[in-house]
């Protein structure tokens, strides 16, 4: 199991835009999806958005139109492209390597996932 790392966090104000990145990313029998969620103190894990080793995508309503998912395999990095940011964006963000859904695609549902990154902080002020 590959240890995941993010990093890009940081402090924008309201409409910025950040791009993280998580290294050590890896497709598996096991863990072919790749994905990105946030989580702000209280809150339960929210997903983003998924990607399968093919380079399909899925959004999860929150963060489609703003963000978006896409990965270098040869690097095995992922990144999510974060624009027009807002102070509701605030959260630490995570990368996790995890299983399809039944049908075979892979979606941001949190319980899919099993390898974790420890996460990097984003602070949006208004």
């Known amino acids: 199991q590959v240890r995941l790392i993010e990093s890009g966090g940081d402090s924008v104000q309201s409409g910025g835009s950040l791009r993280l990145s998580c290294a050590g990313s890896?497709?598996?029998?096991?863990?072919?999806?790749m994905g990105w969620f946030r989580q702000s103190p209280g809150k339960e894990r929210e997903g983003l958005a998924a990607?399968?080793?093919?380079?399909?995508?899925l959004y999860a309503r929150t963060a489609k139109g703003r963000f978006t998912i896409s990965q270098d395999a040869v690097k095995k990095t992922l990144y999510l492209q974060m624009n027009n940011l807002e102070p509701e964006d605030t959260a630490m963000y995570f990368c996790?390597?995890?299983?399809?859904?039944?049908?075979?695609?892979?979606?941001?549902?949190?319980?899919?996932?099993?390898?974790w990154g420890r996460g990097t902080q984003v602070t949006v002020s208004s």
């Open positions: 890896e497709y598996t029998d096991t863990g072919r999806c």
């Open positions: 990607i399968d080793r093919d380079g399909t995508t």
């Open positions: 996790a390597a995890g299983g399809p859904l039944p049908m075979g695609t892979c979606s941001p549902i949190t319980n899919l996932y099993f390898n």
